[in-house]
């Protein structure tokens, strides 16, 4: 039961940043050390809803088997839980607060890519160059946005749930940034506080379709190139900085200035996210091995 909890708290934590415009849950599930078997266990479910696409119930049946439901269905319901219940307060945060929210969020991007980057094993110049190109790419990238579409039609939230969650899988990435930019932001928000379930099937829809199609690529990219896959997230991360930087516009624009105004909040925040993330990683890594040494032990006995 502790487990099932730990693992819906994690799913939370991801939920939660997947709503801020700049910050991936995919980040989180990095720092918190499930970013392999999250990834995994969607290509498992993936796997499994192909083979239902095709009516291969053995395959399909066999496929289920594979998901580590045990790891998955709490997350799952932890980000649910998550998204339902922190929606409007991350809103209101986001519009009465973005410089301070900006600075908070700033410094837990930071601190996951000492994170991230630790884990690359072979930090060579090929693997530095990869990091440096992708976050010069998505700096860029970052730069557009787009007004909001004023009643957006069914297939729009189709679509827009099937790109958007490529990105709340990817570290760096920000799903929540992807429909900002795509003018999707304010609707799809704005259909989650008003309970609009049609429209949020439609958009769940999207997000199946996503996953079903991108979850194998990556997952078989981690198995091949492990090292230059992460330094490629890395750079997306450090990328997506721009997103997330409180002068002048917080996390309502990409345009960049020299820190005014309210400097010392941002800061003192931006220092609380880092100290959070690192905490937690180290927490999580003490455990890791806490599990590893018990496993060993009960191998040992046997």
Known sequence: MQNL??????GYAMGMADLV???SGGTIALVLGIYRRLVASIRSGAGALGSLIRLDVGGFVGRLRQVE???????VA????????????????LQDHPIRMAGLFFGLVVASIVVAWRMVQRRDPTRSAVLVGVALVTFWLLGYTAGTVEDPTWWMFFGAGAIAICAMILPGISGSF???MMGMYAPVLGAVNDRRMITLAIF??????????FSTL???LLDRYYDTVMAALVGLMVGSLRVLWPWPDGTAGTDLAAPSDDIVGPFLLALVGAVVVLAVTRREGALAEQAEAGGEAAEARS
């Open 21 to 23: 415009p700049g910050v």
């Open 204 to 213: 769940v829809g999207g997000i199946v379709i996503g996953l079903a199609s």
């Open 5 to 10: 909890l730990a693992q819906f708290a994690r």
């Open 178 to 180: 992807l429909l900002l």
């Open 218 to 220: 990556l997952n078989m």
């Open 69 to 75: 439901w045990s790891f998955l269905l709490p997350l």
């Open 78 to 93: 932890g980000i649910g839980a998550s998204v339902v219940t922190l929606s409007h307060l991350i809103e209101d945060l």
